[in-house]
């Protein structure tokens, strides 16, 4: 099953983590201007109908593209660069 996160309504713990992210960020430009809101109805075919979910299909191309930009190979480097970074938490929502 394809998986889709929820969206929280913006809270202050995130309006909290913006101010800590440099307006010139390239994680913060990059949000503002990425969309990719269309990836869902591109795998949806390729999902079963029952099941668990998956991991978020923009999340897991999010993750891809901060591997990318990081230049890391290895899933789990990738997470816990992940987990450190603010700027890369608040790419990935």
Known sequence: ??????????N???A???DYIPKNNLYRRLKKVLDLSFLYEIVKPYYGKCGQKSVDTVVFFKLQL???F????SERALIKKSQ???DILHFLD
């Open 84 to 86: 450190l970074r603010l």
């Open 70 to 73: 990081e230049n890391l190979c």
């Open 16 to 18: 909290a983590i913006e």
């Open 66 to 68: 901060v591997a990318h």
């Open 12 to 14: 202050c713990l995130s």
């Open 1 to 10: 099953m394809v998986g889709k996160r929820k969206q929280l309504s913006k």
